[in-house]
């Protein structure tokens, strides 16, 4: 079982749509990241989080330590959106090493 | 300030072929990390960098991978020889400190393995 899991692998919105991408991890960590990753193109840094909540724009990330469990929410959702959502935690050993989920496919049609 | 950056972007070699990959990091960024990402799968940690220590590399298949960053500034990552399981892509990050919470990528050289 991977220390990082996903869901869904795969989501298809229409514009305009309010999007979850859920994340579950099985480690004590330190903080959780949601990064973004275009086709073809390198990796963004969204959201860290040890606790709580945070917004951008219309981006939100959760995140329940009691459930080790995390969401990133999209509002509004449009086109350009669409990319892979990945979530990893940071775990609090001494070289704070990232482990990665194996990523969320959004697609936003217009 | 500018980013991670990495060269080539893109590399085709046969099977049992050498290949190497360079990095950049942003400058002052003490901590580099090597990653391998598979298609469709999350990035895995190579090797992880402070200065020019090595501060973790567990998941570096070092019969045919190595890596340095003799100067604690750029790193090159190799690749000898190559086999098919090999195509992904690699992506280079960097942060100041080993404690620093955000990484900052690279956009990655995609290697095809043929």
């Known amino acids: 079982k991977n220390e990082v899991e996903q869901s869904p692998q795969n989501l298809t919105a229409q514009e305009g749509e309010f999007i979850t991408i859920n994340c579950s991890y099985s480690?004590?960590?330190?903080?959780l990241h949601w990064l973004q990753q275009h086709p073809g193109g390198g990796i963004v840094s969204l959201f860290m989080?040890?606790?709580g909540k945070k917004k951008h724009g219309r981006l939100i990330a959760t995140i329940n330590i009691q459930e080790k469990h995390s969401s990133l929410h999209i509002t509004a959702s449009h086109p350009r959106d669409s990319a892979v959502y990945i979530c990893?935690?940071?775990?609090?050993?001494?070289?704070?090493?990232?482990?990665f989920g194996k990523g969320t496919l959004l697609t936003v049609n217009p | 300030e500018a980013g991670v950056a990495q060269s080539p972007r893109y590399k085709i070699i046969e099977k049992r072929q050498s290949v190497a990959f360079w990095c950049n990091p942003i400058?002052?960024?003490?901590?580099l990390y090597w990653y391998q990402q598979i298609l469709g799968q999350g990035p895995k940690l190579l090797i992880q960098?402070?200065?020019?220590?090595?501060?973790?590399d567990s998941q570096l298949p070092k019969d045919r991978f190595s890596a340095e960053r003799l100067k604690g500034v750029d790193s090159t990552l190799k690749i000898q020889p190559a086999k098919l399981e090999d195509s992904a892509v690699y992506l280079c990050?960097?942060?100041?400190?080993?404690?620093?919470?955000?990484?900052?990528f690279g956009p990655g050289t995609r290697l095809l393995v043929l």
């Open positions: 990050a960097s942060s100041r400190t080993s404690e620093e919470e955000t990484q900052y």
């Open positions: 989080l040890s606790s």
């Open positions: 960098f402070q200065n020019n220590g090595v501060v973790d």
């Open positions: 990893a935690v940071r775990s609090g050993g001494s070289n704070y090493k990232l482990t």
């Open positions: 400058s002052g960024h003490a901590t």
């Open positions: 480690v004590g960590i330190s903080a």
